[in-house]
């Protein structure tokens, strides 16, 4: 799917659109980066690095409005081989809607590759039950993998 044109939908969970996000989404990108991973958050060059590297699959969901609801970030980035994802986050005002699930399929059924490996911080069980009920297993843990000295887990998905 990735290069090709993204349907766009509109999910029975509300007025929800699904988009490929760009580097003009930049700055509400960013906004939603230092929301929601305090301290974490990728930096504009890092989040244009995303938007922009080949073969990213970058998706948003946008609200009624127009506001950004959530972000998938996930390909070959930053290269070697392995299909990564990035980054998976939704708006504390979307949050427990079922998006992230939607996200994550439609996320996911962008990705080439039989495996998809993913980062995620050791304190984060929300997100690890999120991976966890949709297939993915721990692969092993980083020992302070993020800046503030916390573990990371590595997971990983493989699909036939
Ligand atoms: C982790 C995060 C992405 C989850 O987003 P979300 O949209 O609230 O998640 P969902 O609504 O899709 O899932 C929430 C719940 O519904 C359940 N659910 C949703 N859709 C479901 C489905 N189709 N089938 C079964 N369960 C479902 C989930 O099990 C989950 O249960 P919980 O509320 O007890 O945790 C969100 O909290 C977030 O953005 N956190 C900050 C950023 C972050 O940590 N990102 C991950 C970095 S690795």
């Known amino acids: 799917m990735i290069g090709s044109e993204l349907h766009t939908s509109h999910f029975p969970y509300g007025e929800y659109r699904l988009a490929r996000a760009s ?6 990108l ?19 690095a995303l938007l ?6 970058n998706l948003k969901l946008v609200d009624r409005h127009g506001r950004l609801a959530a972000f998938f970030s996930g390909g070959p980035f930053p290269g070697g081989g392995r299909t990564w994802i990035m980054t998976i986050g939704v708006h504390p005002e979307h949050q427990r809607r ?25 304190s984060n069980r929300r997100a690890y039950a999120l991976y966890a009920q949709n297939g993915y297993i721990q692969v092993r843990v980083k020992a302070r993998y993020y800046p503030d000295g916390e573990d990371g887990i590595e997971m990983r998905k493989d699909r036939p």
């Open 23 to 28: 580097w003009r989404d930049v700055f509400a």
């Open 30 to 48: 960013h906004r939603l980066e230092r929301l929601i991973f305090p301290g974490d958050a990728y930096s504009y060059p890092e989040l244009l």
């Open 52 to 57: 922009v590297w080949p073969g990213m699959a």
């Open 98 to 122: 079922g998006l992230a699930w939607r996200l994550l399929a439609e996320g996911e059924a962008c990705l080439a590759g039989p495996t998809i490996y993913l980062t995620v911080r050791a």
